[in-house]
C-alpha cells in the first residue's frame, strides 16, 4: 500500500506563494464590476498589475487611481498595501494568536523571516508593529488632514489623509491626485513649496523604511545609540548618509530644471529633500520625473536600486546589503583580512550573499529592459531602463512609461516587481532549494581577475 507524502513547503517556498496568492486574490476583486467605474473598462492583466503593485508596494499602475477605480477598488488596492506593508507573515502570526491556534515551528520561522524579529519575542514584535504602525499612520493622516479638509472637504479631505498616509508608510506611492495635462501622474506635485505635506509624506517614508526590527532595538535601547545592534546604527547612519549627500546633489543637479522655475533658495532645498527621500523606495513626486537632468535621472535611478533596510516596507537592494558591499570592497582594496563595521567584524561569507544578490539584481534588471526593448522597439532607452529599476526596486516611479505597456512588457515588469517585494535571494531558494547528500569539495584552482 502506498502512502501519499505530505506537501511541505520550505520557509522560503510558503514566503513567495503567501505573496503570489494575495496578488491573485487581488486582481480577482479588481475586476469585479463594483470595482470599476461607469465608462471605464479593466483588463485582467490590468487587474493583476495593479494587484501586484499593490501587494509588493510599488506603486506603478496602468490606470488613474483617482478616476479608473471606485471607492471599492480603492479600498481592495489600499488594503493590499497595508497587508503587505505590515508584512502578510504579520497578520497571519496575528491571526494564530488571536484565534489561539498555536505557531508552528514553520510559521514562527517565515515570520521571523518576513518581520526580522527576535525568536523569543514574536508577540512583542506582533504589538509593536501593528501599534507602531497605526501611531504613525494615524498622526501623519491628522498633519495631512490640516492641508486636505481645507482643500477637498471634510470627507473627501479625511478620506486623502488616510489614503496617502498609509500609501506614504507603507513606501507604496499609489495617490489619488489624478492626471495633469500631458497623461503623467500629477502625485503630489501640487504640494512642492508646501512643507506641512512635503515633510509629512517624507517623514512617514523615512519611518516605514527604517524597518520592524529598528524600530524594536530602538525602543529596547531607549534611544541610546551606544546600545544599538550593528545593523541599527548601519541602517540609520547609511539612511542618514544618503538622505544628506542625495538632497545636495539634486539641488546641484536640478539647480535650473524646469520644475524649480519660480523658486526660491528654500523652496528648491525642500524638492531636492523629497527627491532624496521618494526613490528609496516611495514613488511620490513633487517634481516630474521627465523634467530631470541626466545626472539627476542616474542618482535617481541609483537611489531607487539602494532602496530602504531589511524587513521594512522599502524595497531595493538594501541598505544592509550595500553598506556590506562597499564595506567588503574597501577592505579588498586595502588588503584586510577581515571585514570591520566600527567594531564589529562580519563574516566574508556575507559578502559573497551580497554580492551574489547583488549580481542577480543587475542581470536581471538589464535582461528584462533587453526584452522590453525587443518587444517595444519604439520604446525609449531611457524610459524602458528607468521603469524597470523602479519595478524590481518596487520604487513606483516612473517617466510615463507605465500606460504604454504592452502585454508582454506588463508581464515582465509585474514578475519584476514580485522578484523586488519577495526579494532576489528569497525567490532563488524558493525555486531552487532541495535536499542533496554531503557536497564534496572539488581540487582548488585560480582564475584571473580584475
Same mark, same amino acid.
Given at each position: ?328 570592497? *574597501? =577592505?579588498?582594496?586595502? !588588503? ?7 567594531? +564589529? #567584524?562580519?563574516?566574508? $561569507? &556575507? %559578502? ?74 528569497? *525567490? =532563488?531558494?524558493?525555486? !531552487? ?7 564534496? +569539495? #572539488?581540487?582548488?584552482? $585560480? &582564475? %584571473?581577475?580584475?
Amino acid at each position: 500500500m502506498k502512502v501519499k507524502k505530505k506537501l511541505k513547503l520550505s520557509v522560503w517556498q510558503f514566503l513567495a506563494l503567501a505573496y503570489l496568492i494575495v496578488t491573485l486574490l487581488g486582481s480577482v476583486l479588481l475586476i469585479l464590476p463594483c470595482a470599476t467605474r461607469s465608462g471605464q473598462q479593466t483588463s485582467y492583466l490590468g487587474a493583476l498589475f495593479t494587484a501586484a503593485s499593490a501587494v509588493c508596494i510599488t506603486g506603478l499602475s496602468p490606470y488613474d487611481i483617482a478616476t479608473h477605480w471606485t471607492l471599492f477598488g480603492q479600498i481592495v488596492i489600499l488594503v493590499l498595501v497595508q497587508a503587505s506593508g505590515l508584512g502578510f507573515m504579520t497578520l497571519v502570526s496575528a491571526a494564530f494568536l488571536i484565534f489561539k491556534h498555536g505557531m508552528g515551528m514553520d510559521s514562527r520561522n517565515a515570520f521571523m523571516l518576513d518581520s526580522r524579529g527576535k525568536p523569543n519575542g514574536i508577540l512583542t514584535m506582533l504589538k509593536r508593529i501593528v501599534i507602531g504602525t497605526a501611531i504613525c499612520e494615524t498622526i501623519g493622516a491628522l498633519l495631512l488632514m490640516i492641508r486636505f479638509i481645507p482643500q477637498f472637504g471634510a470627507g473627501k479631505g479625511i478620506y486623502f489623509s488616510i489614503w496617502h498616509s498609509v500609501s506614504a508608510f507603507c513606501n507604496a506611492g499609489f495617490d489619488l491626485m489624478g492626471t495633469a495635462a500631458n497623461g503623467g501622474s500629477l502625485s503630489l506635485t501640487g504640494y512642492v513649496t508646501d512643507p506641512l505635506v512635503t515633510l509629512t509624506i517624507a517623514g512617514l517614508i523615512i519611518l516605514g523604511g527604517l524597518g520592524f526590527a529598528v524600530w524594536g532595538d530602538m525602543i529596547d535601547c531607549k534611544l541610546r545609540y551606544k546600545k544599538f545592534q550593528l545593523n541599527t546604527k548601519v541602517v540609520i547612519v547609511v539612511n542618514a548618509a544618503l538622505i544628506i549627500v542625495g538632497t545636495l546633489l539634486f539641488l546641484l543637479f536640478e539647480w535650473n530644471n524646469p520644475s524649480y522655475e519660480g523658486f526660491n533658495f528654500g523652496e528648491k532645498l525642500l524638492a531636492s529633500f523629497f527627491a532624496a527621500v521618494t526613490p528609496r523606495t516611495a514613488g511620490f513626486a513633487t517634481t516630474y520625473c521627465t523634467t530631470l537632468s541626466d545626472s539627476g535621472y542616474l542618482l535617481t535611478i541609483i537611489y531607487m536600486f539602494i532602496g530602504g533596510g531589511s524587513g521594512s516596507t522599502a524595497g531595493g537592494l538594501r541598505v544592509g546589503t550595500f553598506a556590506v558591499i562597499i564595506m567588503g570592497m *574597501l =577592505a579588498v582594496f586595502r !588588503g584586510h583580512r577581515d571585514i570591520n563595521i566600527g567594531k +564589529r #567584524r562580519i563574516e566574508y $561569507s &556575507l %559578502l559573497s550573499q551580497a554580492l551574489a544578490i547583488l549580481a542577480a539584481c543587475l542581470m536581471v534588471v538589464l535582461v528584462s529592459t533587453l526584452a522590453i526593448c525587443a518587444v517595444q522597439p519604439d520604446a525609449g532607452f531611457k524610459e524602458v531602463l528607468f521603469e524597470c529599476f523602479s519595478a524590481l526596486s518596487n520604487s513606483g516611479l516612473t517617466l510615463d512609461f507605465t500606460t504604454e505597456l504592452t502585454v508582454a512588457s506588463s508581464v515582465i515588469i509585474i514578475i519584476l516587481m514580485y522578484a523586488g517585494r519577495v526579494g532576489i535571494l528569497t *525567490l =532563488a531558494l524558493a525555486l !531552487g532549494e532541495k535536499k542533496t547528500a554531503a557536497e564534496i +569539495r #572539488r581540487p582548488i584552482d $585560480s &582564475l %584571473l581577475i580584475g
